[in-house]
T-cell receptor, first 111, second 115 residues
Framework: GDSVTQMEGPVTLSEEAFLTINCTYT??????LFWYVQYPGEGLQLLLK?????DKGSNKGFEATYRKETTSFHLEKGSVQVSDSAVYFC??????????FGTGTSLTVIP | EAGVAQSPRYKIIEKRQSVAFWCNPI?????LYWYQQILGQGPKLLIQ????????DSQLPKDRFSAERLKGVDSTLKIQPAKLEDSAVYLC?????????????FGPGTRLLVL
């Protein structure tokens, strides 16, 4: 069945460091891929998405490219801030719009 | 645009008790989802509604969990009786439709602790 595997955390970075959180997926057909972010005490918020191969989603300085050849959707940011501290979830949706989430990667950015 | 509303935000009950959660979707959103998020894990879909009909409840433990979406708007999720392993955050999400690639919008969740 469809599934998402993402890099385990927790990840701790210094402010202005480069961030990569790996995500790979298994799916039939042509899924859409998402990154959601969950700040402490809050619900999940959509960070970015890509709906077809080679699409790049971007938002708030974060980027991820839909790579069908490597079945990956890695999240990157060139310079993280303390306010980026959160849990990040990779997800996919396929036919019927059922979402499959990864286990989440906790990011802590220290000043 | 108002977001997805959920209540209560927190609930503590003893095992074998009953509990109910409520969700109010974004206006006009036809599709509604309930997820269970256990600490340290990603959300797991429990049930999906399209308007007031159930589309997918294959992962809902039907011996103790039930959900309804009367009139195709608000929804309630009930657990009766609760078990210790039901301690989790219960998330409600909605989308405009079941069509592929529709973004799901999440509520803040209800954090349940079963003692």
């Amino acid at each position: 069945g469809d599934s998402v595997t993402q890099m385990e955390g927790p990840v701790t970075l210094s402010e202005e460091a480069f961030l990569t959180i790996n995500c790979t997926y298994t799916a039939t057909g042509y899924p859409s891929l998402f990154w959601y972010v969950q700040y402490p005490g809050e619900g999940l918020q959509l960070l970015l998405k890509a709906t077809k191969a080679d699409d790049k989603g971007s938002n708030k300085g974060f980027e991820a490219t839909y790579r069908k050849e490597t079945t990956s959707f890695h999240l990157e940011k060139g310079s993280v801030q303390v306010s980026d501290s959160a849990v990040y979830f990779c997800a996919l949706t396929n036919t019927g719009n059922q979402f499959y989430f990864g286990t989440g990667t906790s990011l802590t950015v220290i000043p | 645009e108002a977001g997805v509303a959920q209540s209560p935000r927190y609930k503590i009950i003893e095992k074998r008790q009953s509990v109910a959660f409520w969700c109010n979707p974004i206006s006009g959103h036809a599709t509604l989802y309930w997820y269970q998020q256990i600490l340290g894990q990603g959300p797991k879909l429990l049930i999906q509604f399209q308007n007031n009909g159930v589309v997918d409840d294959s992962q809902l433990p039907k011996d103790r969990f039930s959900a309804e979406r009367l009139k195709g708007v608000d929804s309630t999720l009930k657990i009766q009786p609760a078990k210790l392993e039901d301690s989790a955050v219960y998330l409600c999400a909605t989308s405009r439709d079941r069509a592929l690639q529709e973004t799901q919008y999440f509520g803040p969740g209800t954090r349940l602790l079963v003692l």
